[in-house]
C-alpha cells in the first residue's frame, strides 16, 4: 500500500528546513538541494508550493514575521513589557533576526520583492505608536517610525550579537538580567512624554 501523502505536512517541513538553512547560509548560500533533503521532500515540489529560492526566502520571511507580529504586537501602553516580550521571542527565534540580516546584506537598500508587504506590515506597528502618541501615553517628540526603529534595534541587537553582549556586558546571567533592565530602561526613556 502507497504512503499517504499530506500537502501540508509536507510544506511544514519544507517551511522548517527552509528557515533553517536561510538561517544559516543567506539567500545566496542557501541550496534547494539541502532543504529538499532536510525536508525529505521532492525538489520539484519546493518550486511548485514556494516558487524559486528567492521568493522561497521571501515567504519563509514573510511568515516568520507575521508570527512576530501576532505574538508580540506593538503595546505603547506597556513599552517595557513589549520590550520584555520582544526579548524573550527573540532568544527563542534567533532565526528571524539571521533572516532580516541576511536579506539585508543581500539586498541593501534595493526595493525588497515584497516591499508592499512588508510597509503595510509596519505601517500597522508604527500605527500602534501613532495612536500611543495621540492618546499621550508616549511621546510624539520623536516620529513614530522612528521611535519603532530605536527601540527594536535596542531590542534586537543583544541577539544579533551575542558576541558584544558578552564582551561588553559580561556572560553570566546576572549580567544579561541587568542588560535587559538597562534596555528596558533605555526604551522607556524613549518613549517618556
Known sequence: MAPVRDPEATKARIFDAAVAEFARHGIAGARIDRI???????????YAYFGNKAELFSKVLGICMVDLAA?????PDDI????DRLLDY???HPELLR???????????????????RQDHYARKVGALRDGQARGVITDAIPAGDLLILITALTN???VVPQM????AGSRDSDRDR???SIKEAARRLVAR
Open 36 to 46: 529538499a533533503a532536510e525536508a525529505k521532500a521532492n525538489k520539484q515540489l519546493i
Open 71 to 75: 505574538a508580540v504586537p506593538v503595546d
Open 80 to 83: 517595557e513589557g513589549w520590550v
Open 90 to 92: 527573540h532568544a527563542t
Open 99 to 117: 533572516l532580516l540580516f541576511w536579506e539585508g546584506i543581500e539586498y541593501g537598500s534595493a526595493e525588497l520583492p515584497d516591499e508592499p508587504a
Open 157 to 159: 541587537w543583544m541577539a
Open 165 to 168: 553582549r558578552r564582551i561588553l
Open 179 to 181: 542588560l535587559r533592565a
